[in-house]
């Protein structure tokens, strides 16, 4: 299964980086297509910063209902974030709260991210990461 980064659905939203064929193609080998609660409330974040809220609140809708599942953060997730993001801390990298957690709940559901910013996220050394721009 796939889960899918806030930057993948908001490509998709704008028409940029042949997301739709490439979400087609996902959905022609049968891959689920999901994204977690965070990129949910990231894409939402972003329709109140835009011109025409309710436009933007509609097509967010749209996409958010068309996708497969939203995984939530439960106790599983939230021990696999402080996990992650302590290692982190440790280790000098942090990649910022949010992609912490859309990672914590990716490794729980042992689920592939596809994003197209991957630099923060290789970081992790649990996580499946695809460049969403290489596919």
Known sequence: MVVLDTDVLIYYLRGKNDSYIKMKNLKKKEESLN????????????????????????????????????????????????????????????????????ASICIVHQESLYSGNIKHFERIDDLNIYDWNKL
Request: glycine share 6%; charged share 25%.
């Open 35 to 102: 994204t977690t609660i965070f990129n949910v409330a990231e894409l939402y974040k972003g329709c109140y910063s835009m011109k025409n809220v309710a436009k933007g609140l509609m097509k967010v809708k749209l996409i958010i209902d068309a996708l497969d599942d939203i995984f939530l953060f439960e106790n599983d997730s939230a021990e696999e974030f402080a996990k992650l993001s302590s290692d982190l801390q440790i280790r000098g990298h942090p990649i910022g709260i949010m992609d912490e957690l859309i």
